[in-house]
């Protein structure tokens, strides 16, 4: 059973960036994918990038370009850099492994992007 605690959210200008973290309270080097989730007001959630333990990224068109997901195993933490962000960005973010599994599902952190 894995613990996750994201951090890092807040409220940023339109083009600004953040950096989010995972934080897991066991260990990640076994698992082979993990994500990170949006869900914005009235809409489902959403897988936002993935990464593989080798290393592979995977990223959703909305932010293809602007978000970079990486993973430290040693640290068993979970990074997502977001760069140029948008209003449409705001949401909470999740992380989890993939597929996602519901006792894993953290309180989130919160992204608010001001135009």
């Known amino acids: 059973q894995l613990q996750l605690v994201e951090s890092g959210g807040g409220l940023v200008q339109a083009g600004g960036s953040l950096r989010l973290s995972c934080a897991s309270s066991?260990?990640?080097?076994?698992?082979?994918?993990m994500g990170w989730y949006r869900q914005a007001p009235g809409k489902q959630r959403e897988l936002v990038a993935d990464i593989t333990s080798r290393g592979s990224t995977n990223y959703a068109d909305s932010v293809k370009g602007r978000f970079t997901i990486s993973r430290d195993n040693a640290k068993n933490t979970l990074y997502l850099q977001m760069n140029s962000l948008k209003p449409e960005d705001t949401a909470v973010y999740y992380c989890n492994i993939l597929p996602p599994v519901y006792d894993y599902w953290g309180q989130g952190t919160q992204v608010t992007v001001s135009s």
């Open positions: 066991g260990s990640i080097f076994s698992i082979n994918a």
